[in-house]
């Protein structure tokens, strides 16, 4: 059940769903989430630094992803982590469902007809 | 070369955008010519400078407005020149006459400055706010 705080930013866009999606498993920098949705789609949609980050300052905006701490001191300073906050992960969860209902419906009307026994 | 043309690109980004992200995406930059080329990258940077002031800037607004304007005094220059009319033709109204004319262009380009205006200084605001 999709609540009314959520309803105003479904359905995501592809750009969201896949960098909240690549969020959703540990907290990443940008070339880790860019790389991560290259993987997840099997290379079909790569995303741009540009794109990404356009995307990145929007989501922390809306408060669906967040700033993390650095993993270690020696990590190159211009490298930033980010993770999904709870938010976010709702989100994420409340698209996932849509997404299924969705497949379920193509799946069902999509559905080839059974052949005909001879008689 | 194409590092110093991205870098450019990533600097004609808007300020507070800039700031948060241009370390970074000349991180990524460096990481991702290194395993590819750089023309995908180049073309990324070209499109997220106009979505950032476009989009994101609402610069769209100062645009449609001077588009506005602009029509405006088109059409009122096109109705100047139709002033020589055929002989035994009726006179224009009273309301098209020569000084009116330059009136409304004079308004008319009062219209788009203040459009302008308007929109640089909501720009700017914005770009304070988000910094």
Known sequence: ?119 | MTRALYRSLLWLHPPAFRREFAGEMLWIFDEATAAGGPLGLLADGLASLARQWVVRCGAWKVLAGLAGALLQVLALASLSHTRALPAGALPLPRSLDYYDLEFSRGLALLIILLVCGTGFRACVNLSRRRS
């Open chain 1, 1 to 119: 059940m999709v609540t009314e705080e959520l309803a105003p930013f479904l359905p995501l866009s592809p750009a969201t769903l896949h960098i909240l999606l690549s969020l959703a498993g540990e907290d990443r920098h940008g070339y880790g989430i860019m790389q991560e949705v290259a993987r997840q789609s099997e290379g079909q949609y790569k995303l741009g630094p540009g794109t990404l980050y356009d995307n990145l300052q929007k989501l922390m905006n809306q408060g669906m992803v967040e700033e993390a701490a650095r993993r270690s001191p020696q990590d190159d300073p211009r490298r930033r982590y980010y993770r999904l906050t709870k938010f976010g992960r709702g989100l994420l969860s409340a698209e996932i469902a849509r997404l299924e209902g969705v497949v379920r419906e193509a799946r069902h009307h999509l559905r080839v007809p059974a052949p005909r026994r001879a008689s």
